[in-house]
């Protein structure tokens, strides 16, 4: 099972998530450069890290999602690998169109640093399989752009297809429908702003995220 | 040649930058502020002969992100 784990100058979550990757695939992602043209072509599972890549410039995410190796990103999406963009990695996944809709600054205008109680909307998909649907679960955010926008008949499609896959059960940013994270047509490509890297151990204070990377890693077994 | 691209939000897309504004031009003692939208300004030094449709381009695929986005193309002599 191979993974990596996209780097972007301001990238600052990507070494937490390659942890989270190694402690679920059991080997460690290769750390790639935003430069970098290509993946390896037999890539499972890459990582669209939190941070502030190129300093939040023009709009959080704008340049990272024109930096080459979102191109390969996109390719590996294409033939199916399972791609999470979490935080600023959602924001990449957005401005590059591999996810719908985009990320305003949050409504009340603050940074928003803290644990927020999430619904797992749908549990169908790799990322979600090992929760219940309708499960309350914690993970934290850590973000001043993470306020879902999507026009109505965008919103309604997501919803009619089940691709809203976890929503707010608290007020958080001022996303539309409380959106929290959402899937690609496919079910293989993930976007969301909350953290599941930073609860993966008991030291972490909890656990609730350690599931999601047990899910990517289940889908990707019942592949193989 | 220079060009200034106007990118401001949709109509229906909340501005907490522009809300904080009008509250900080209230706060000034102006009154009548109704609403307040605030946007971005990119000049673009061009060289010569770049024609409308790239500049178009341009502002496509990187200035303004058409999904909350509108943009105006002011070219400057």
């Given at each position: ?42 890539i ?46 959602f ?30 909307e ?45 929503r ?13 994270g959402?899937?690609?047509?496919a079910?293989n ?36 | ?16 930058q ?20 605030a ?17 178009d ?21």
């Amino acid at each position: 099972m191979k993974s990596a784990v996209i780097v972007f100058p301001g990238s600052n979550c990507d070494r937490d998530l390659a942890v989270a990757f190694e402690a679920a695939t059991g080997a460690k992602p290769t750390m790639v450069w935003h430069r970098d043209t290509d993946l390896p072509d037999d890539i499972d599972l890459i990582g669209v890290p939190g941070g502030f890549s190129y300093g939040d410039y023009l709009r959080s995410g704008a340049m990272a999602a024109r930096s080459p190796v979102m191109q390969a990103v996109a390719r590996a999406a294409d033939r199916g690998a399972f791609v999470l963009g979490i935080c600023n990695g959602f924001q990449v996944l957005t401005e590059s169109g591999l996810l719908p809709g985009a990320l305003l600054r949050n409504a009340g205008g603050h940074f928003v640093c803290r644990d927020v109680a999430l619904t797992v909307e749908n549990a169908q998909s790799a990322f979600t399989s090992r929760y219940v649907a309708g499960e309350a679960i914690r993970f934290p955010v850590a973000h001043h752009d993470g306020n879902y926008f999507a026009d109505e008949a965008t919103l309604d499609r997501l919803e009619g297809e089940g691709r809203v896959a976890l929503r707010y059960a608290e007020s958080v940013n001022g996303s539309a429908r409380n959106i929290a994270g959402i899937l690609n047509d496919a079910g293989n490509v993930l976007g969301m702003m909350p953290h599941p890297e930073r609860v993966i151990e008991p030291a972490h204070g909890a656990t609730d995220g350690q599931r999601l990377f047990q899910g990517i890693v289940a889908g990707l077994m019942a592949r193989a | 040649m220079k060009a200034r691209i106007f990118v401001t939000l949709k109509g229906g897309v909340l501005d907490p930058q522009g809300r904080a504004i009008q509250h900080a031009l209230e706060g000034l003692g102006f009154a009548g502020v109704n609403d307040v939208r605030a946007g971005k300004l990119i000049e673009l030094d061009l060289a010569d002969g770049t024609s409308d449709d790239d500049i178009d381009a341009m502002c496509r695929k990187l200035l303004a992100n058409t999904v909350i986005e509108n943009y105006r193309i002011e070219k400057v002599a």
